[in-house]
């Protein structure tokens, strides 16, 4: 087994299958989007013919959504994943915001969650572009003040109850909608199927992971990972790869890896931030140069699947570190890595 060429190809930085962003983020499942510009490259360059135009598209129709889910944290889910992936880590999300907020002593009661997120309905309705500025006024408009991050942690809950989520794309800053009036409401799926639904999206794209790994993604419990996985029966195949196990899910591809590419990774990509078992591309000796130990994720260099440095845009210029000793960049590679983006980048 080669783990990081299956894992190149599930996750479609090897010859890609879909043409829109919105098909890519439903074959992930859900993608990390800490970052608001890099999102979207992360979403594009999975796309046979990246274009920042067409993700903003996609995220202005509502058909790809922004939101905090999975780990309390940011990700890109399809409006049709939203509800039902919603309801399965709400209750974990919600536990974890609570405690960030002990942590940070503030205190929110539910009769000032439910005035405050009315009070979010009445000015969001009808509009898909509100800034957290806009909120705020609102707020002082009524004679409600507070600071910065309590308004943050409001707006958190209400995207957990299902009251806001992304409106459309802007330049630098998030904007709010209702969820009511940018995703239209199904009948959610039991627990049981939900769950089976998670693992398969997770292990077709992400796979050969690890059972490990699919917690550390999903932020739910052993137990409810586990009868993900039992649920899929044959559709996962169990590999041993330097001492751990690994699940393959039935569709994964095994071939169409050829050597000699380089990926211009963003920071909090998929292809790191979806996994425990970084290990597999990245070598524990040079973790410091992809991540800290507090969860910030930097841009990186892969080279035929493997993490070898650095880089960052000074403008519309793209510059590049090597760290990994004895490495240097294939040339012409990374040249038609850098038309990659600038194609991305106009249109």
Same mark, same amino acid.
């Given at each position: 087994?080669?783990?990081?060429?299956?894992?190149?190809?599930?996750?479609?930085?090897?010859?890609?299958?879909?043409?829109?962003?919105?098909?890519?983020?439903?074959?992930?499942?859900?993608?990390?989007?800490?970052?608001?510009?890099?999102?979207?490259?992360?979403?594009?360059?999975?796309?046979?013919?990246?274009?920042?135009?067409? =993700?903003?598209?996609?995220?202005?129709?509502?058909?790809?959504?922004?939101?905090? $889910?999975?780990?309390?944290?940011?990700?890109?889910?399809?409006?049709?994943?939203?509800?039902?992936?919603?309801?399965?880590?709400?209750?974990? %999300?919600? &536990?974890?915001?609570?405690?960030?907020?002990? %942590?940070?002593? *503030?205190?929110?009661?539910?009769?000032?969650?439910?005035?405050?997120?009315?009070? =979010? !309905?009445?000015? *969001?309705?009808?509009?898909?572009?509100? $800034?957290? +500025?806009?909120?705020?006024?609102?707020? %002082?408009?009524? +004679?409600? /003040?507070?600071?910065?991050?309590?308004?943050?942690? /409001?707006?958190?809950?209400?995207?957990?109850?299902?009251?806001?989520?992304? #409106? *459309?794309? /802007?330049?630098?800053?998030?904007?709010?909608?209702?969820?009511?009036?940018?995703?239209?409401?199904?009948?959610?799926?039991?627990? !049981?199927?939900?769950?089976?639904?998670?693992?398969?999206?997770?292990?077709?794209?992400?796979?050969?992971?690890?059972?490990?790994?699919?917690?550390?993604?999903?932020?739910?419990?052993?137990?409810?990972?586990?009868?993900? *996985?039992? %649920?899929?029966?044959?559709?996962?195949?169990?590999?041993?790869?330097?001492?751990?196990?690994?699940? @393959?899910?039935?569709?994964?591809?095994?071939?169409?890896?050829?050597?000699?590419?380089? /990926?211009? @990774?963003?920071?909090?990509?998929?292809?790191?931030? &979806?996994?425990?078992?970084?290990?597999?591309?990245?070598?524990? +000796?040079?973790?410091?140069?992809?991540?800290?130990?507090?969860?910030?994720?930097?841009?990186?260099?892969?080279?035929?699947?493997?993490?070898?440095?650095?880089?960052? $845009?000074?403008?519309?210029?793209?510059?590049?570190?090597? =760290?990994?000793? #004895?490495?240097?960049?294939?040339?012409?590679?990374?040249?038609?890595?850098?038309?990659?983006?600038?194609?991305?980048?106009?249109?």
């Amino acid at each position: 087994m080669n783990p990081i060429s299956i894992r190149l190809l599930g996750q479609q930085l090897i010859c890609p299958q879909f043409t829109s962003p919105h098909d890519v983020v439903a074959w992930m499942g859900a993608m990390q989007a800490q970052e608001y510009s890099m999102m979207r490259w992360a979403v594009a360059m999975r796309t046979q013919r990246p274009s920042a135009k067409a =993700f903003a598209r996609d995220f202005d129709s509502g058909s790809i959504i922004r939101t905090h $889910l999975f780990r309390t944290t940011w990700q890109l889910v399809t409006a049709e994943d939203y509800a039902w992936m919603l309801s399965l880590c709400r209750k974990k %999300a919600l &536990g974890g915001l609570r405690g960030w907020m002990h %942590a940070n002593a *503030i205190d929110i009661p539910r009769k000032e969650e439910d005035r405050i997120s009315a009070i =979010f !309905e009445e000015v *969001i309705s009808g509009r898909a572009d509100v $800034l957290k +500025d806009d909120l705020a006024r609102a707020l %002082a408009e009524r +004679d409600i /003040h507070m600071d910065d991050h309590r308004l943050s942690y /409001h707006i958190r809950l209400a995207e957990l109850s299902g009251t806001l989520c992304s #409106g *459309i794309l /802007h330049p630098r800053k998030r904007t709010l909608a209702l969820t009511s009036e940018r995703i239209a409401q199904k009948p959610l799926p039991p627990r !049981e199927e939900a769950l089976a639904l998670l693992a398969r999206k997770y292990f077709r794209s992400h796979g050969p992971a690890t059972l490990e790994d699919f917690v550390w993604w999903s932020g739910l419990n052993v137990s409810d990972c586990k009868s993900g *996985i039992g %649920a899929l029966g044959g559709e996962l195949s169990r590999e041993k790869w330097r001492g751990l196990v690994f699940y @393959l899910h039935e569709g994964c591809r095994l071939r169409g890896f050829r050597s000699g590419r380089i /990926h211009l @990774l963003p920071a909090f990509d998929e292809y790191l931030i &979806g996994y425990k078992s970084r290990h597999v591309a990245l070598h524990p +000796d040079f973790r410091h140069h992809a991540h800290d130990n507090t969860g910030t994720f930097w841009n990186v260099i892969l080279q035929d699947g493997e993490v070898v440095g650095n880089w960052s $845009l000074r403008g519309k210029e793209i510059r590049t570190a090597v =760290f990994k000793p #004895g490495v240097q960049l294939d040339a012409s590679a990374l040249e038609r890595e850098r038309a990659r983006w600038e194609s991305y980048a106009n249109g």
